[in-house]
């Protein structure tokens, strides 16, 4: 597969056309951000590890039936994926009160919710991602009502099985943030990635954040925390 020109460049992904019109190939970068880009830096070692937690996660999704993007890892940081249309939607999927959601309705950090909480924001970063509804989809043509009824099946199926793989490597997922998109054949996948930058991610016991929260909260050891993930996913701990 021949990488071509530049499509895009974002927060932690190149995106590089190949001579299919199919397909294009993902590069994670070790650059990273957050508080909407006030926040820069570098973790060392973290496109690699995305890389390979992305598409060890997509690869069990599909095994239980969930449709990805995900075709072949190319290399450490190179992955083919099938080229899409994306949905501007970031879908969260909440078990644990965290982040924007604790802070929206006053509440503390760590409260187990009674089910999860499927919630969807309108992707865009200047606007800080805010929340919209099924109306707001429709009236501004995001999606269909059939895609959202997919996307909000898959990703409850998506939670539930990140949650008991993260189980087995003794971590809790408090939320996720799931991203879809339309294949050129017209399919509706799980695009994007799942890995330690889109997903908060503790100790099951310890509490001990694991993932891109480290980098935010300057808690040091942010590299040793994504490789942390790795390990336990393998079976191994660091
Ligand atoms: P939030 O509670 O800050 O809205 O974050 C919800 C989820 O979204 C969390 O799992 C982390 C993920 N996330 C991203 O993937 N990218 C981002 O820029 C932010 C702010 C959150």
């Known amino acids: 597969m021949k990488r071509l020109e530049l499509i895009s460049e974002g927060k932690s ?3 590089y056309a190949t001579d299919d019109p199919r397909l294009v190939i993902e590069s994670y970068k070790d650059e990273t951000t957050a508080f909407n880009g006030l926040k820069r830096g570098n973790i060392s070692g973290k ?3 995305n890389n390979r937690i992305s ?3 997509m690869t069990m999704l599909e095994k239980n039936g969930i449709p990805t993007h995900f075709v072949e890892e190319l290399g450490e940081r190179e992955t083919l994926v099938r080229r899409v249309t994306p949905i501007p939607l970031r879908v969260v999927v909440r078990n644990i009160t965290a982040g924007s959601m604790a802070k929206r309705l006053g509440l503390p950090e760590g409260q187990k919710l009674r089910r999860a909480v499927v919630e969807i924001d309108f992707k865009d970063e200047m606007l800080e991602h805010p929340m919209v509804n099924e109306d707001y989809i ?6 269909s009502e059939e895609q959202v009824k997919l996307i909000k099946q898959y990703s409850r199926r998506i939670n539930e099985l990140l949650c008991t793989v993260m189980r087995q490597a003794e971590i809790e997922v408090i939320d996720c943030k799931l991203e879809f998109g ?3 054949d017209g399919t509706l996948v799980l695009a994007d990635e799942i890995s330690p930058d889109t997903c908060r ?4 016991s310890t509490h001990e ?6 980098f935010r909260r300057n808690l040091g050891d942010v590299e040793q ?5 790795w390990s336990r996913l393998m079976g191994e701990r660091a």
Do not use: C, F, P, S
């Not at 429709?138 to 999606?143: D, N």
């Not at 954040?209 to 480290?214: F, N």
């Open 225 to 229: 925390a994504y490789q942390e993930v």
């Open 13 to 15: 992904k190149r995106i």
């Open 209 to 214: 954040k694991l993932g891109i929260d480290r």
């Open 55 to 57: 598409n060890h996660l």
């Open 201 to 204: 991610l503790w100790d099951a």
């Open 47 to 49: 496109g690699v590890i």
């Open 138 to 143: 429709y009236a501004m043509g995001w999606a």
């Open 182 to 184: 339309v294949t050129v």
